[in-house]
């Protein structure tokens, strides 16, 4: 449950910004998948717990496992 409200709290704050009430420099970026704030990478817009769950299905096109 807190997960689900901050993730609707955050996209509250994400249309005030769109609208110019609230400033943008306080947006936290989270994980479009869990919502988690942490370990999050903007290439992909997902955190590395679902980042590498989804490469590892082979769901994101161009992610390889590194080897040498």
Do not use: T
Request: proline content about 4%; overall charge positive.
């Amino acid at each position: 449950m807190a997960k689900k409200s901050m993730i609707a709290k955050e996209q509250r704050r994400e249309y005030l910004v769109s609208k110019g009430k609230y400033p943008r420099v306080r947006l936290h970026n989270r994980c479009s998948i869990c919502g988690r704030p942490h370990g999050f990478h903007r290439d992909f817009g997902l955190c590395r717990i679902c980042l590498r769950k989804m490469a590892h299905q082979g769901l994101l096109p161009g992610v390889v496992k590194a080897s040498w």
